[in-house]
């Protein structure tokens, strides 16, 4: 998870060392450069997974055999860009209300996972103004959702822009688990942005693909595919969508969740990533959005879905109306048989460890795109084809 301090040396942290650093050089335009012999790590520190004889690998002990998953399918509203403070707050109070409303009946929710953008929305602002409103983790926002999770005695995780002290001017994609005590358990990166999917622009979110160099100096390499090890379940969150391999490596660090979360759409593909690594699927996507200043109010709602490991719905939701779908994960019973997924590397390496890529990472180390269609332009000059 972000927030690993860094060595101390003259009483800089690297972390702070870079954070200035990096400051500096986007305001001069230049980009930042690292020692080779600083960023050499040991293999220890490489991320990889704790492999074991026989299969398993880290966790913690489970607060309980079942887990009640409740994947929010709520409203997804923008902000206004140029006041936001107010669509904020009316936001977050629909937000918190869904958690009060879920809890409201049936059976007691262990987990409630919202969709990518509850409190914000989605829309095509410039960098400045999402700066303007994008989450500080913690900050105000998340102490109110902690509240919540404190009253209900549950986790909540939620997407969400967000903004850091030690990332000036970067826009982050975000994934927040909350545990019930209301601690912020993990703050997870969108891994990498897709291109070429927009005709007129780009994302300029910060993903880990595009800062990855400071990223790992900064945090380490088990924090690029983090887990968030809890005690209803090894989870990872990414709003991700058509990555195979990276559901793969979340499987291969020992994720026994892996939630995605979705704007506009649900890809129909979670299923089938939850039978091929033998994991339990969340998808959330976002509901109808009446009212919307920016699109249609049913453009891409519905969808949301739970899968168990065999790639079939345990449950999902009919509509694309607003919607609370819940599901029973026997999650003792699956840890005590589940090995993460086979390996046979030596037939692929050779083209997985392929150098050419269309798309170096450390893009937005070089330069912040102000507006979704300069990141376009940006894109277009950086590409190899």
């Not at 107010?86 to 009060?100: E, F, Q, S, Y």
Request: charged content about 25%; proline content about 7%.
């Amino acid at each position: 998870m972000p927030g690993k301090k860094g060595s101390v040396h003259d009483g800089l942290t690297r972390r702070d060392f870079l954070a200035q650093t990096a400051s500096a050089s986007l305001a001069g335009g230049a980009a930042l450069a690292l020692d080779p012999a600083e960023a050499s790590e040991a293999p220890a520190d490489k991320g990889l997974p704790e492999m074991r004889p026989d299969g398993t690998y880290p966790n913690v002990p489970l607060r309980k055999d079942a887990v009640t998953v409740g994947a929010m399918q709520t409203r997804v509203l923008p902000v206004d860009g140029r006041n936001p403070g107010p669509d904020i707050r009316k936001n977050l109070d629909h937000m918190l209300w869904a958690a009060d409303a879920a809890q409201g009946y049936g059976p007691h929710k262990d987990l409630l996972v919202f969709h990518e953008f509850p409190i914000t929305g989605w829309a095509k602002w410039t960098r400045s103004e999402i700066l303007k409103f994008a989450l500080e983790v913690p900050g105000p926002e998340t102490e109110r959702i902690s509240a919540k999770a404190r009253e209900h005695d549950c986790y909540i995780a939620f997407g969400t822009y967000a903004q850091d002290r030690d990332w000036p001017r970067h826009v982050i994609s975000m994934s927040v688990v909350i545990a019930p005590d209301g601690e912020v358990v993990s703050k997870q990166w969108k891994h990498r942005n897709i291109h070429s999917a927009f005709a007129e622009f780009e994302l300029f979110t910060s993903s880990v693909y595009d800062v990855l160099d400071r990223y790992v100096e900064m945090y380490g390499w088990d924090a690029v595919i983090p887990v968030a090890r809890t005690d209803i379940g090894n989870l990872c969150m990414t709003a991700c969508q058509w990555e195979p391999d990276l559901y793969r490596a979340m499987a291969m660090k020992g994720a026994e969740l892996i939630v995605r979360t979705a704007t506009g759409g649900a890809p129909p593909d979670v299923g089938v990533m939850s039978r091929v690594n033998r994991v339990y699927g969340v998808l959330v996507n976002n509901s109808v959005s009446p009212g919307n200043r920016y699109f249609l109010e049913a453009a891409g709602g519905g969808g949301s879905a739970v899968f168990g490991p065999d790639g079939k719905a345990l449950a999902a939701s009919e509509h694309d109306a607003e919607d609370v779908v819940t599901a029973r994960i026997p999650l003792a019973e699956f840890r005590r048989t589940h090995r993460v997924p086979d390996r046979y590397p030596a037939i692929y390496r050779h083209v997985l460890d392929y150098p050419e890529v269309r798309f170096e990472p450390g893009a937005f180390v070089e330069e912040l795109p102000e507006t979704l269609q300069e990141s376009a332009q940006y894109f277009r000059k950086r590409a190899k084809w």
